[in-house]
Nanobody, 116 residues
Framework: QVQLVESGGGLVQAGGSLRLSCAAS????????MGWYRQAPGKQRELVAG???????IYAGSVKGRFTISGDNAKNTVVLQMNSLKPEDTAVYYC??????????WGQGTQVTVSS
């Protein structure tokens, strides 16, 4: 079974930076979009950023200009560079990869905590 493995979470002060990485345990054919979601305590999971196989990207309004997503479709890896972090960015971050018309894969989640 394919697994997505995330790394790079942790504790950082407000204004700091973190880099999240995600890699698939084996090759996945036909990935259409890769992305990062997050879920804060008591809130629903929300899309943070996504990158399509075309290279186009999408960001949540709250992170636009601070976060940058990049990915390698062939290697099934996706990275989220997070700068100017705020306490409200505190959440568990999940990697996601979707096959066009097919299955969807999730990572186990990595905790990001931003202190004020």
């Amino acid at each position: 079974q394919v697994q997505l493995v995330e790394s790079g979470g942790g504790l950082v002060q407000a204004g700091g930076s973190l880099r999240l990485s995600c890699a698939a345990s084996e090759s996945i054919f036909g990935i259409n979009v890769m992305g990062w979601y997050r879920q804060a305590p008591g809130k629903q999971r929300e899309l943070v950023a996504g990158i399509f196989s075309s290279g186009s990207t999408i960001y949540a309004g709250s992170v636009k200009g601070r976060f940058t997503i990049s990915g390698d479709n062939a290697k099934n890896t996706v990275v989220l560079q997070m700068n100017s972090l705020k306490p409200e960015d505190t959440a568990v971050y999940y990697c996601n990869e979707k096959v066009a018309g097919g299955p969807e894969y999730w990572g186990q989640g990595t905790q990001v905590t931003v202190s004020s």
